[in-house]
């Protein structure tokens, strides 16, 4: 199963890459156990409601909560992501999201920096 990141999400929308497209359409056609987290959902609404309206941002969102198995953000998870924002200093958002694939011991689909370093967790990119 894989977790994947805000990150994912931002060059399945918004790539201008016909390359990354296709593997991003790929990865989403093939991978039969996705997982995100629902913070994940709360940064593609905002992002896609500032920059293409409300009514995008719905379908997306949609989208997402229909393709993949949404994880909410439990006492666990809540404990584990301060934790790990403690030692890494990392944006809150990512912290969940990190703490997320720990607990559910799921690879993180992400390029993104801040969750590359955290050795507590596996990461792949496409």
Request: proline share 1%; hydrophobic share 40%.
């Amino acid at each position: 199963m894989s977790l994947y990141d805000t990150r994912f999400f931002i060059e399945h929308y918004y790539s201008k890459d016909n390359n990354i497209l296709q593997k991003t359409a790929n990865m989403i056609r093939l991978d039969k156990n996705k997982v995100v987290s629902t913070i994940v959902v709360h940064e593609i609404y905002k992002l896609t409601l500032e920059k293409e309206g409300r009514e995008v941002a719905e379908h997306r969102t949609r989208l997402i909560e229909k393709d993949f198995k949404i994880i909410g953000i439990d006492s666990q998870i809540a404990k584990v992501s301060a934790e790990l924002r403690h030692k890494y200093k990392i944006p809150l958002a990512d912290s969940i999201i990190a703490a997320t694939a720990k607990e559910h011991e799921l690879v993180c689909v992400t390029d993104d920096m801040h969750l590359k370093q955290i050795k507590e967790i596996k990461v792949q990119w496409l």
